[in-house]
């Protein structure tokens, strides 16, 4: 995710998503395709990491885009966990597999590239991939809540590749739409999207969060980056909102 500078526009496209001009994409399976779209209520959680420079620049596909590096040698990886309650593209659960990144020789333009984007519905999925140009896939995910905690698991190909267990923390304060871009393949051709999202304000302690790793080619992925040791931060958020721009070529 990008930082905001003063004007409150996305450092990376300089584009504020809720101030475009209507935009009419099409249908897809009888669903209008509009942007700005505007998600109504959603509940997500956020883990950081920092990852190793080289076990991430390996999931970065493509010529188009870089891992944008930290520390020396280190790199960011993000995990975002996503309960989309109200959205035009349906009622669904995702999660977030997604590293910072720039657009190659870029290094002022940092975003997001979300390299594996697990879904738990079929409609969103297609508009993911034919829309957007992000790699979602329809898996074995489940987001549920028992008493005062988060619980969310996920297999692919009928193998376990993440559980995460983490508190339901309330809010601290106000949430606010926040500008951000995340990075993309569009049919082949490197893509910004931009979008202005809330996060949540419930800051959790990373010891009470508990992330436990399957045996699949993808949770071996995630222990190329280190995991499942302590996130550096973790923030929880109820009833978000959002809103995403039409992507662009960069």
């Known amino acids: ?23 009419h994409w099409g249908e897809l ?61 349906g009622d669904y659960d995702e999660v977030n597999f997604g590293l910072l990144a720039h657009p190659a020789g870029r290094p002022e333009q940092v975003g997001a590239f979300v390299y594996r984007m697990p879904v738990d519905q079929e409609f969103t999925k297609r508009a993911g991939n034919e829309v957007l140009g992000l790699p979602k896939t329809v898996e074995d ?9 988060v619980e969310v698991h996920l297999s692919m190909g009928g193998r376990h590749v993440l559980s995460v267990d983490l508190p339901r923390a309330e809010a601290t304060g106000p949430a606010e739409l926040t500008p951000a871009t995340t990075f993309s393949y569009l049919e082949g051709v490197p893509t910004e999207l931009p979008l202005a999202i ?14 436990e790793l399957g045996d699949s080619p993808v949770a071996d992925e995630l222990r190329s980056l280190g995991l499942p040791g302590t996130p550096d931060f973790v923030m929880w958020g109820e009833d978000l909102r959002g809103v995403f721009g039409r992507p662009r070529p960069i």
């Open 141 to 149: 995910l489940r987001i549920e809540y028992p008493e005062g905690r």
């Open 29 to 89: 399976e009888g669903v209008s395709i509009d942007f700005p779209m505007w998600v109504q209520r959603m509940h997500s959680a956020t883990l950081t990491y920092t990852v190793p420079l080289d076990a991430a620049r390996a999931l970065i596909p493509g010529d188009g885009f870089e891992v944008a590096q930290g520390a020396p040698g280190t790199a960011t990886f993000v995990i975002a966990l996503v309960d989309y309650l109200e959205n035009p593209w």
């Open 1 to 23: 995710m990008t930082t905001v500078d003063a004007s409150g526009t996305d450092e990376a496209s300089g584009v504020d998503p809720a101030a475009e001009e209507p935009f």
């Open 198 to 211: 809330e996060l949540g304000t419930g800051l959790i302690d990373p010891a009470d969060v508990r992330v």
